[in-house]
């Protein structure tokens, strides 16, 4: 049987590796959204250079 305080560092370890997978799983969000943003201004800037050049 495990004593309280090594119980209490094992839940401490899995809450730093739960918060270490979100941080993780934010940041992968994050980058996605940025890439499609990115192409987003991308076409808008395409689109408003054609316009011009007609």
Known sequence: ???HVE???AARI???KQK???R???REELAERRKY???ARHAA???RW???QR
């Open 1 to 3: 049987m495990s004593s």
């Open 45 to 47: 800037k395409m689109r």
């Open 24 to 26: 993780k799983r934010r």
């Open 14 to 16: 899995a809450a730093a």
């Open 37 to 39: 943003g990115l192409q």
């Open 50 to 52: 054609n316009k011009d």
């Open 7 to 9: 119980q209490a560092v």
């Open 20 to 22: 270490d997978e979100q």
